[in-house]
């Protein structure tokens, strides 16, 4: 036995995002565009509001599954409504270039390399979306400074895409901890419906045990379920 190579440490990565718009660095640190703190949901409150909705997912309650599989279908809807415009802005610089003009998307002389230390997906996949809003304004920009884009339509556009994100940050807000298993609802308890009093009517699907697509293991133990009660007490 004492041969045996010990077994491997625990698996370490690291992940970061470069950001190169003064919006998108706002909507990253949650502020005003005078730079002070601002009440909106950006990346890193997203991030960490979302640890408890995934913690009482692992509790096994409903409301939380629903809460998980309603925003990511909501990222990746809105990442499809930024792509799309962002693809329509960008064929336009390809047709320029189909003419002998051949036109770069503007890069930020500095960016800010914003580094990425999420427990969960969901803070990644927040910062996805993020950084497609960052390379739509860069097109808009660049559109704008070669005379294929109005300042009407680039403002526009811009306000649009942060709007289209900032609303997806926002849907956790309606998230309430109130502890609920699906084992309440089976009994249709007080506790569950003061849960449905709260955030209204979910899916029979989700009650009956259908669980999104990402989404934490359910806890087993006592003392897994005791971990995530007081995580959501803090």
Request: hydrophobic content about 35%; charged content about 25%; glycine content about 6%.
């Amino acid at each position: 036995m004492s041969n045996i190579p010990q077994m491997p440490g625990s698996l370490e990565g690291s992940a970061s995002i470069e950001i190169h718009t003064k919006q998108c660095y706002r909507m990253v640190y949650s502020l005003k565009s005078d730079g002070t703190p601002s009440p909106m949901t950006g990346l890193l409150r997203f991030a960490k509001r979302m640890v408890y909705v995934w913690e009482a997912s692992r509790q096994d309650d409903p409301f939380a599954d629903h809460f998980l599989e309603l925003i990511d279908n909501e990222l990746k809807s809105a990442h499809d409504e930024i792509k799309t415009l962002n693809d329509i802005l960008r064929s336009g610089l390809r047709k320029e270039k189909s003419k002998g003009v051949e036109i770069n998307v503007a890069n930020s002389s500095s960016p800010l390399l914003v580094p990425l230390q999420f427990s969960i997906p969901f803070g990644f996949m927040g910062a996805y979306l993020i950084a497609d809003c960052d390379r739509l304004i860069r097109t808009c920009y660049t559109c704008k400074h070669v005379g294929l884009l109005s300042n009407t339509k680039t403002e526009k556009n811009i306000r649009k895409a942060m709007n289209t994100v900032l609303h997806v940050f926002e849907l956790q807000r309606d998230y309430k901890f109130f502890g609920v298993t699906r084992e309440d609802a089976m009994q249709n308890n007080v506790k569950w419906n003061d849960a449905l009093s709260a955030m209204g009517e979910i899916s029979q699907s989700i009650i009956d045990g259908h669980r999104p697509k990402i989404a934490p293991h359910i806890a087993q133990s006592t003392a897994d379920k005791a971990d995530v009660i007081e995580l959501n007490k803090k």
